[in-house]
């Protein structure tokens, strides 16, 4: 029978190629993919790989999607190197979207423009103190984090549906479960004139050169990395584990809840119960695609937003299923572990006798 077997050293350039590899895996099964479903392999993978890429209006669409997932990943990277499994980024996404919402309700006509720093910092902390639930319970109840920030998710949308179909309902939205829309002070300001790229771009080329300082250049950074490679090593030489989590758990949150204000003062312009996009659930793929470094985190949300708007053209081109988005996304993780299982691992047949 096969075993898996240690490798003695792994190989260093296979592990930083490992994702590339994944990919290639991903468009291979996807070209088959299509071929099941009766469709050209090299029509719906110019729609998954070209499309979203090809002008500068398609630019400015992902950068739509790739900046929340390079938000919400930054901080999944802080969690994931401190060992702590932050699996809810989707419900801070959603509580930073109320919390910023409902700041973005009070703006009237004669609002400042500096109104949109009050929502960014509302949905930042939003997210982080749902986030700070988490920490409190595993601190104080030893609780499993997976758990709980998974099932807060659920929590929130709820508390997002009973707002917008209760209290914050707009009186003039034609019985639609709907905020109002936000006014012009509200909204997140637009980089060019004719494209709905916006600052938060700017903001998450900000946050991954500043987690790339914390991770590798300050000394709270490697006490988190310690703490999540070796605990043990952690508490011999003094390091906080209660500090760890709170810091690793509050970044997680506060870029999440900021993803979240940006999307409803961006794109969407109101909170409806849509807002939750799986954003939270996609950057955990993105996170470690892009394994678990700043920089790699940017390629991979790249990658990441391409799949989103390369299915919603496929459903509506080619008439593919909506799904297709979830099955590339799916396909690119597991060949990416399985891609780093054989590097660590090799397959050895072992005789039964």
Same mark, same amino acid.
């Given at each position: 029978?096969?075993?898996?077997?240690?490798?003695?050293?792994?190989?260093?350039?296979?592990?930083?190629?490992?994702?590339?590899?994944?990919?290639?895996?991903?468009?291979?099964?996807? @070209?088959?993919?299509?071929?099941?479903?009766?469709?050209?392999?090299?029509?719906?993978?110019?729609?998954?790989?070209?499309?979203?890429?090809?002008?500068?209006?398609?630019?400015?669409?992902?950068?739509?999607?790739? =900046?929340?997932?390079?938000?919400?990943?930054?901080?999944?990277?802080? *969690?994931?190197?401190?060992?702590?499994?932050?699996?809810?980024?989707?419900?801070?996404?959603?509580?930073?979207?109320? *919390?910023?919402?409902?700041?973005?309700?009070?703006?009237?006509?004669? @609002?400042?423009?500096?109104?949109?720093?009050?929502?960014?910092?509302?949905?930042?902390?939003?997210?982080?103190?749902?986030?700070?639930?988490?920490?409190?319970?595993?601190?104080?109840?030893?609780?499993?984090?997976?758990?709980? @920030?998974?099932?807060?998710?659920?929590?929130?949308?709820?508390?997002?549906?009973?707002?917008?179909?209760?209290?914050?309902?707009?009186?003039? &939205?034609?019985?639609?479960?709907?905020?109002?829309?936000?006014?012009?002070?509200?909204? +997140?300001?637009?980089?060019?004139?004719?494209?709905?790229?916006?600052?938060?771009?700017?903001?998450?080329?900000?946050?991954?050169?500043?987690?790339?300082?914390?991770?590798?250049? =300050?000394?709270?950074?490697?006490?988190?990395?310690?703490?999540?490679?070796?605990? @043990?090593?952690?508490?011999?030489?003094?390091?906080?584990?209660?500090?760890?989590?709170?810091?690793?758990?509050?970044?997680?949150?506060?870029?999440?809840?900021?993803?979240?204000?940006?999307?409803?003062?961006?794109?969407?312009?109101?909170?409806?119960?849509? +807002?939750?996009?799986?954003?939270?659930?996609?950057?955990?793929?993105?996170?470690?695609?892009?394994?678990?470094?700043?920089?790699?985190?940017?390629?991979?949300?790249?990658?990441?937003?391409?799949?989103?708007?390369? &299915?919603?053209?496929?459903?509506?081109?080619?008439?593919?299923?909506?799904?297709?988005? &979830?099955?590339?996304?799916? +396909?690119?993780?597991?060949?990416?572990?399985? *891609?780093?299982?054989?590097?660590?691992?090799?397959?050895?047949?072992?005789?039964?006798?």
């Amino acid at each position: 029978m096969f075993k898996l077997e240690q490798r003695p050293e792994p190989s260093r350039w296979l592990s930083i190629g490992s994702p590339l590899i994944a990919l290639v895996i991903t468009v291979v099964i996807g @070209s088959l993919m299509f071929v099941w479903l009766g469709k050209s392999p090299a029509d719906g993978l110019r729609m998954f790989f070209w499309e979203p890429i090809k002008s500068a209006y398609a630019w400015s669409e992902l950068s739509i999607k790739a =900046t929340p997932l390079i938000l919400i990943a930054l901080g999944l990277a802080v *969690c994931f190197r401190a060992n702590l499994w932050n699996i809810g980024a989707e419900g801070q996404f959603v509580l930073g979207a109320i *919390c910023g919402g409902g700041v973005a309700m009070q703006a009237t006509p004669e @609002s400042s423009h500096w109104l949109i720093v009050g929502v960014l910092v509302a949905g930042a902390l939003g997210g982080a103190a749902w986030a700070g639930i988490v920490a409190w319970l595993r601190q104080q109840f030893n609780t499993n984090e997976i758990l709980v @920030s998974l099932m807060l998710v659920y929590v929130a949308e709820m508390l997002l549906s009973y707002l917008v179909y209760g209290p914050w309902k707009d009186p003039q &939205g034609y019985n639609f479960p709907q905020t109002i829309t936000f006014l012009e002070a509200a909204r +997140v300001p637009k980089l060019v004139p004719g494209f709905r790229a916006h600052i938060g771009l700017l903001m998450a080329g900000v946050a991954v050169l500043g987690f790339t300082v914390f991770l590798f250049r =300050t000394f709270a950074g490697f006490q988190l990395q310690v703490g999540g490679l070796a605990p @043990s090593a952690a508490r011999y030489a003094g390091f906080s584990s209660g500090r760890a989590l709170w810091t690793a758990m509050l970044l997680s949150g506060a870029m999440a809840g900021l993803a979240g204000a940006l999307d409803v003062a961006g794109p969407q312009g109101q909170l409806t119960p849509y +807002v939750p996009m799986g954003y939270g659930f996609a950057a955990i793929i993105v996170a470690f695609v892009g394994r678990l470094n700043p920089l790699g985190i940017v390629f991979s949300a790249v990658l990441m937003s391409m799949f989103y708007i390369g &299915g919603e053209l496929a459903q509506s081109r080619l008439g593919l299923p909506k799904a297709m988005t &979830g099955i590339f996304q799916g +396909v690119l993780l597991f060949a990416l572990l399985a *891609c780093d299982t054989f590097i660590h691992q090799r397959l050895r047949w072992v005789s039964r006798t």
